[in-house]
């Protein structure tokens, strides 16, 4: 495995000092590492369509909880987060739509569009709302343990980890 390149590597400086969202965002890391390999041994079709709906999944469900404890902590730049948000999903959507009409060739830049949007968003807006609320004295904690019961649930009714069985 030494030699195995890594797509996109995780680095401490990544976090946001929040376990629960850093875990999901070293998840969202996984998978795209996951769909470079698939897609640098040409695993087919099926295989990659079923990461790519994994990853889309796995977005929107964090995005739906990160959302969630913005509202709770009633962070003032909410709205334009989650326009953020709602940009890169339907960016994600017209690529998955032009990998249809257009086959292989758009996977390499999907990747290298999701691994800049996801390292800039991470370090730039992530790391500007996990401060604010940290300041502001909201009990991320406390939060957190209401959180991980209820990404429990979320991840529960998806079931995206059925792709990593079947590839
Ligand atoms: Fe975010």
């Known amino acids: 495995m030494s030699n195995e ?18 875990d999901q965002h070293q998840e969202l890391v996984n998978i795209l590492n996951r769909l470079f390999v698939a897609v640098s041994k040409r695993e087919g079709d099926k295989a990659i369509a079923g990461i790519l709906d994994a990853l889309v999944t796995y977005t929107q469900t964090h995005f739906a909880l990160e959302e969630r404890l ?8 909410f709205d334009a987060h989650k326009a953020e948000h709602q940009k890169l999903l339907d960016q994600l959507d017209q690529l998955c739509k032009k990998h249809l009409l257009e086959e292989k060739a758009i996977y390499f ?7 800049i949007w996801l390292k800039e968003h991470i370090q730039g807006v992530d790391t500007k709302y996990s401060s604010a609320l940290q300041q502001a004295g909201f009990s991320v904690a406390a939060w ?3 959180a991980s019961a209820e990404f429990a649930l979320m ?4 079931k995206w980890w059925e792709v990593w069985k079947a590839a």
């Open 5 to 22: 390149v890594v797509f996109f590597k995780w680095s401490p400086e990544y976090s946001v000092n929040i376990k629960t969202i850093d």
């Open 70 to 77: 913005m509202q709770q902590a009633k962070y003032k730049d």
């Open 109 to 115: 830049e999907m990747l290298r569009f999701l691994k």
């Open 144 to 146: 957190e343990h209401e």
């Open 155 to 158: 991840s529960d009714s998806k």
